[in-house]
């Protein structure tokens, strides 16, 4: 059989996306997978295959012109679909409202594709229970295949993310190479959306008297290559060994390292995921754009800290008129004591801190 998988994203979209392909791929055992995607959607997000090739999940990428308004192109996709002849095909897309939904559903079909999974909306929209927590975006996806078993995220390996032997021997000779022999923490200072940051003021004040409370600990920095002087100054305050990475390894080589932390601070961003999925334990900084729960990191052991503002859910990639009140209402304090808190419990108890701010 041939299956076609479609969905856009980036690293964490990737990252949370793990469960679902894994279902797809139990139950197409000995199918040729593609993956319809982004190649890639931003400057700072990692390609699809830079996180799923050599998985066993995806045999072939194909790449989807986002945001194009050239029917040739368009056209061009629709022949090459067809003469792939794909038996079906499983929508993992972001929920983008009914319309959309139904307008990919309509292009598959002229594609040839008789069998179209996931394109229920009832399984397409995010579910939220009484106080407003939603569901994780894993289990929103997983909803969409009929097959699959909704426990698969109480198993780690449903979201464990594989490592190889190269990425492995990369990570193990690069902290080496820093004299970097025991434990670590991992941070992350970058997020392709304005809102979910933090702002640099904060992360310098949270180094600061970190570095003397955990005394003797090095400091790694993961990201994308234009973050790597603010990752400089901020690590400056660090009294110990600072290695700055970003920009310097691929997302795998990334998890590979991040496999190795102790725990990862950072922002709801790929990093995160990235971490979550390779079984680190995470403090996790989140703005308010999403609603509670849908992008947390997946697995126990985690802190997260979120802000219910008024204005939470607004999907803002830019905040002016609040002037990112959520994200910057958690304080330098607070994230200490997560921290602290993480590496003082050997059994990483979860933990989430979503307070409602008043208007």
Known sequence: MRILVYRLGSLGDWCVALPALRAIRQHYPHAQIALLTNFPVAIKAAAAAAVLENTGLIDEFIAYPVGTRN?????????????SKFDAVVNLAAWRGAGKMKRDAAFFCLAGIRERIGFSIADS????????????????????????????????????????????????????????????????????????????????????????QCAGMALVFIGAADERERSQRCGEHW?????????????????????????????????????AAVGTPCVAIFA??????????????????????DCYGCA????????????????????????????????????????????
Not at 71 to 83: A, E, I, K, T, V
């Open 316 to 359: 803002l990639d830019v905040c002016t008129e609040h002037r990112k009140k959520c994200i910057l209402s958690i304080t330098v304090d607070e994230v200490t004591s997560a921290v602290k808190g993480l590496l003082d419990s050997p059994s990483c108890a979860p933990f989430t801190d979503v307070r409602t701010l008043p208007d």
């Open 71 to 83: 029917p040739w192109r368009l056209l061009s996709l629709l022949l090459r679909l067809r003469r």
């Open 239 to 275: 009294p110990s060994k600072v290695l700055n990475l970003c920009g310097a390894c691929t997302p795998r080589q990334s998890a590979a390292i991040l496999a190795r932390a102790r725990l990862f601070i950072g922002h709801d961003s790929g990093p995160m995921h990235l971490a």
């Open 125 to 212: 929209t995010l579910r939220r229970n009484l106080d407003g927590i939603a569901e994780p975006e894993a289990a929103r996806l997983l909803r969409r295949i009929p097959t699959s078993n909704l426990t698969d995220l109480t198993n780690i390996e449903s979201y464990r993310f594989a490592l190889t032997d190269s990425d492995q021997q990369w990570a193990k000779q690069t902290l080496s190479e820093a004299t970097i022999y025991a434990d670590f923490i991992a941070v992350s200072l970058g997020t392709k959306v304005p809102a979910n940051d933090w702002e640099e003021s904060n992360w310098c004040n949270l180094i600061r008297p970190l570095g003397h």
């Open 288 to 309: 308010a754009r999403n609603p509670p729960g849908q992008w947390f990191p997946l697995g126990v052991g985690h802190r997260v800290i979120y802000r219910k503002t």
